[in-house]
């Protein structure tokens, strides 16, 4: 087919024709990439190129790097280079202002030519380049650059022309595809923030999911909410409350950046979430904790509840994001109940919460399709404990504990084991255990563990020393001789009023039993305490210790007094 002849009106109708098919082309690209490669294609076609190339000035570097180039490439050129860059300095036309920017032709046997450009050309085997700067927002943006062999013809200005109406093209696709990416940025972002918010956090842990359910790549969430926001907006209106929540995004952006690729998103309100992959478990702890620490360098800030679940941790199969969340959402709701600094790591020495176990299976998951997805919160602030499963923790741990050592476990060890488990299954202060031998006149706090102090050190490490010192327990504790053969006993501490509930009925003690008065004075709302003998005769009391943020009581003594039991005939 014989060409048009430059000049002619065959040849204008045919370049008003590629033109056309080019701003097509660029109206039908969605992103700056597309742009890109298909401009770099579609510009080598139409002004007849042995190669052409679109570069990019980076104005943060001063260089000017290539992105694109198709047609005939030289050696060492490649489609889309990974690092092909020059300083603008050595190209001084790009730096000229917007009137003054324009098209122009490089021969490769002009004297009088660049000599950055000639010298490109000769190594690379061309005769003559057209280079077209690309003006977008009114400065230049980068360069399209078409070169030809020796057996084609120099440019001419007709050239310069239709490759000055190409780059006006490529700068309208680039204001396109920037457009679409400012929506697809608003879509997938949140506002106030600037994070990525639910709709992008959602599509990231599904696809996390899936290449954890594919290769085994280990998924861990960090969800956080907000400590006292509710407060910062009633006490000093909404503007500050809101200037918090973009501090506090501060803080996660920083957290995920410890582990990059990790995501940091606001799910709305005062949650946030940091999603990461492909790290283990141990990694996102440490995210966890950092971002706890930060939290609290956060002025007008109370730090934040923080609750950590991961598929390199002991949770059983997670093939649905909603349950890895509700794992996650479930340890923080532990930390905002223990008021904890730290994070809780779902599957991490804490019984499962209430919200877990009423979690779907995971094949339940896949057979169930169609119905509502239970609300995450539902269980939240639930009552009561959840008794089969406390059982079976704390059997488990007592399992665990024996296969540690090849010799018998010591009784304290044992007990510890189930003071620990029945406390943070009722989301108690502080447990401690009683021990009296069965030749020794003295009785003793052996171990204990305090949670948090619901007002002030109450009991605390005085307590502690004086337990070991004298032959009765501390003050606090009353009756402890008694206690300690009792079975079991529950004692509320609420407005004055001081009932006793034995393990074996119900009683109303008419006068406050020694040191009941300290104890609601310091906070605390009820005591379990559980006395039992073991087979060598020594005695042993476990005493349990809430406050008003633990969990109804009503189970705990049977509960407390068969696992203990279980513990000394091991």
């Known amino acids: 087919m014989t060409r048009p002849r430059p000049g002619s009106e065959a040849h204008a109708a045919a370049r008003l024709r590629a033109l056309t098919g080019f701003a097509k082309s660029m109206a039908a690209a969605h992103s700056v990439e597309d742009v890109i490669r298909i401009a770099a294609r579609e510009a080598q076609r139409d002004l007849r190129a042995a190669v052409a190339s679109i570069s990019m000035w980076e104005r943060q570097t001063g260089r000017l790097r290539v992105l694109a180039n198709h047609g005939k490439l ?290 339940s998951a896949l057979l169930v399709s169609g119905g509502p997805v239970p609300d995450r919160r539902a269980f939240r602030g639930r009552s009561g404990m959840a008794i089969e499963s406390l059982l079976t923790e704390a059997f488990s741990a007592l399992d665990e504990e024996a296969r540690r050592t090849t010799s018998a476990v010591p009784i304290v060890d044992r007990v510890e084991v189930v003071a620990d488990v029945v ?25 204990y563990s305090v949670y948090r102090t619901p007002a002030e050190p109450v009991p605390g490490d005085e307590s502690m020393v004086s337990a070991t010192q004298q032959p009765v327990g501390p003050e606090h504790f009353m009756g402890i001789e008694d206690l300690l053969l009792s079975g079991g006993k529950y004692l509320e501490l609420t407005d004055g009023a001081y009932d006793s509930e034995p393990g074996n ?18 906070g605390y709302t009820g005591a379990v305490t559980i006395g039992c003998v073991a087979p060598d005769r020594s005695q042993w009391m476990v005493a349990v210790l809430l406050d008003s943020i633990s969990k109804q009581p009503a189970p705990a003594v049977p509960l407390l007094r068969a696992l203990l039991a279980a513990a000394l005939l091991r």
Not at 240 to 261: E, F, N, R
Not at 423 to 436: E, M, N, Q
Not at 505 to 522: D, H, Q, R, S, T
Request: hydrophobic share 40%.
């Open 505 to 522: 009925g119900y009683g109303y003690a008419p006068e406050p039993p020694p040191g009941a008065a300290k104890l609601a004075a310091a």
């Open 423 to 447: 406390a943070r299954g009722l989301d108690a202060a502080s447990w401690y255990i009683y021990c009296k031998p069965s030749q020794a006149e003295q009785i003793a706090v052996v171990r």
């Open 74 to 363: 030289a050696p060492g050129e490649s489609a889309f280079p990974k690092d092909e860059s020059y300083p603008v300095s050595d190209f001084p036309e790009i730096l000229l202002s917007e009137d003054d920017l324009g098209p122009w032709i490089q021969v490769a046997d002009d004297e009088y030519g660049d000599p950055k450009r000639v010298s490109m050309l000769r190594r690379r085997g061309r005769h003559c380049a057209l280079i077209a700067p690309i003006v977008y927002n009114g400065r230049a943006w980068g360069e399209l650059f078409a070169a030809r062999t020796i057996d084609q013809p120099i440019y001419d200005r007709e050239d310069v022309d239709f490759a000055a109406a190409l780059t006006a093209q490529i700068a309208a696709g680039l204001a396109k595809a920037d457009h679409v990416r400012q929506i697809e940025r608003l879509a997938y972002t949140d506002q106030l923030t600037g994070l990525a918010n639910r709709r992008s956090f959602d599509a990231r842990l599904d696809a996390a999911i899936d290449r954890h359910a594919g290769d085994g790549t280990v998924v861990s969430l960090i969800v956080c909410d907000v400590n006292g926001l509710k407060r910062m907006n009633d006490g000093h209106g909404h503007d500050h409350g809101d200037a918090l929540l973009v501090q506090l995004a501060g803080v996660m952006s920083a957290a995920a950046a410890l582990l990059p690729g990790s995501l940091a998103a606001r799910l709305g309100g005062d949650e946030f979430c940091v999603l990461i992959e492909g790290y283990g478990a141990d990694d996102a702890v440490r995210v966890a904790e950092e971002l706890c620490t930060l939290a609290l360098t956060v002025r007008g800030g109370e730090g934040v509840a923080c609750g950590v679940a991961s598929t390199g941790d002991r949770i059983g199969d997670v093939i649905t994001r909603d349950r890895l969340f509700r794992l996650a959402d479930a340890a923080q709701y532990r930390a905002k109940r223990s008021r904890s600094l730290h994070p809780v790591v779902a599957g991490r020495g804490q019984p499962p919460d209430a919200a877990v176990f009423a979690l779907p299976s995971p094949r």
